[in-house]
């Protein structure tokens, strides 16, 4: 497929780099922590043949314009904001072939897909695979790591200790983020730990909020039959909120979904009248 690459401008002036491929209606994908655009291309790449798949890096990763300042949990409806502005940005480009713009969100970009959608964007269906709505997280889940330590490692200037405890943080055991720290890609996701305290106040509270109840369009949230409990969760607190949602537990799948198995899964929800 032809890609082509563009940039556009937030309403705060941050410029976003959108990439897209393929043919058929526009579908906008929105990455999670630890995410840049590239992150999406294997899940894009089986979207294609039926959907204009766009991908964008989300403020302060990749190509986009830098985050210009470490959040806190007060600060969340500023970072929903301007998530949300960036994701505006993206669909009104998507949408000037005319067509109705699909949006899917992975972890806390399926939160910033949901609030977008709430808020009134010009989206026709959204779907959210595990939005970090984690409150119901116990200590021991935690691990002992909180939203102060890894913001106070990135004001230390200090991303690899950011990254290990926001895995820790949302459940990661610790063997498992020694393994990862030795992959190869772990130095791509330290070059952008900077921005975890974005993805960290959108969860806000750890609540689904109830202003998603302002969701008019299908809605499908998503959730892996092999993640931890706040997942599941997390969709069912979703479904009491949202009025047009609907819920798939993916069969043997955790927060890393694979895409074989996942992108026949949004192609029939976006493809449905």
């Not at 089986?46 to 470490?70: H, K, M, N, P, Q």
């Not at 993206?90 to 959608?117: C, D, M, N, Q």
Request: glycine fraction near 12%; avoid cysteine; charge should be negative.
């Amino acid at each position: 497929m032809t890609e082509t690459v563009t940039r556009v401008e937030s309403a705060d002036g941050t410029t976003i780099a959108v990439e897209w491929a393929g043919s058929g209606p526009p579908l906008v994908l929105v990455g999670g922590a630890f995410n840049t655009r590239q992150s999406a291309v294997p899940l894009a790449r089986r979207l294609e043949s039926d959907f204009t798949v766009w991908r964008y890096d989300r403020r302060g990763r990749g190509e986009s314009g830098a985050a210009s300042a470490i959040l806190g949990e007060r600060d969340n409806g500023r970072a929903v904001g301007q998530d949300v502005a960036d994701l505006a940005a993206v669909v009104a480009l998507a949408a000037e072939g005319g067509s109705p713009v699909g949006v899917y969100g992975h972890s806390s970009g399926a939160i910033v897909a949901l609030e977008g959608a709430a808020r009134g964007l010009p989206i026709a269906r959204v779907a959210a695979y595990e939005p970090p709505y984690t409150s119901g997280m116990t200590e021991e889940d935690r691990s002992g790591a909180t939203g102060d330590a890894i913001r106070a490692a990135v004001t230390a200037g200090d991303p690899d200790t950011a990254a290990r405890v926001f895995m820790r943080l949302v459940g990661i055991p610790p063997q498992a983020i020694d393994g990862i720290a030795n992959a190869p890609f772990w130095s791509g996701m330290v070059a952008i730990a900077h921005t975890l305290p974005y993805d960290l106040a959108l969860s806000g509270d750890g609540a689904a909020p109830d202003r998603l109840s302002r969701i008019a369009v299908p809605t499908l949230v998503l959730d892996g039959g092999a993640s931890p409990e706040w997942a599941g969760e997390a969709s069912s607190a979703l479904l009491g909120i949202v009025p047009a949602a609907t819920r798939i537990t993916v069969p043997g799948q955790d927060h890393n979904v694979d895409e074989t198995v996942l992108a026949p899964v949004l192609r029939e929800f976006f493809q449905a009248r």
